[in-house]
């Protein structure tokens, strides 16, 4: 079956749309830096509470998605090529960011289109 883009468009922004459990490990915000031609993710620690929500493991408190809240990353990766990326994330660091498989390919899918949007000079925003 053949589909078009805009029917590929159409079923990832429905799929964007569906409950997802949060990893209890954490969660990276990724973004491009232009100038430096790089991929770069902040790794931030959370815990999820029992209403299933992310919060901060200094305060306890929820951590809205608004981006009212200042935290500091614990950590920080950057690579050439989503590729370069996950290398660093899934094989070379000791200690387990990623705790779910749907987290591990979303990040893997993420740090694709990271990638395209730089090389093709395109604004990469995080789904």
């Not at 949060?22 to 029992?50: H, M, P, Q």
Request: proline share 3%.
């Amino acid at each position: 079956m053949n589909y078009t883009l805009a029917e590929a468009t159409a079923i990832d922004q429905e799929l964007s749309n569906r409950f997802i459990d949060l990893d209890r490990s954490g969660y990276f915000v990724i973004f491009v830096d232009v100038n430096e031609k790089l991929i770069c993710a902040k790794y931030y620690t959370n815990f999820i509470d029992e209403r299933g929500l992310a919060c901060d493991p200094e305060t306890g408190k929820p951590i809205p998605c608004d981006g009212t809240v200042t935290r500091l990353p614990t950590r920080l990766f950057s690579g050439r090529t989503a590729k370069e990326i996950c290398v660093q994330i899934f094989e070379q660091t000791t200690d387990c960011l990623v705790t779910q498989l749907d987290h591990a390919a979303y990040l893997g899918r993420e740090f694709q289109r990271a990638e395209t949007a730089m090389l093709t000079g395109q604004e990469y925003i995080q789904d």
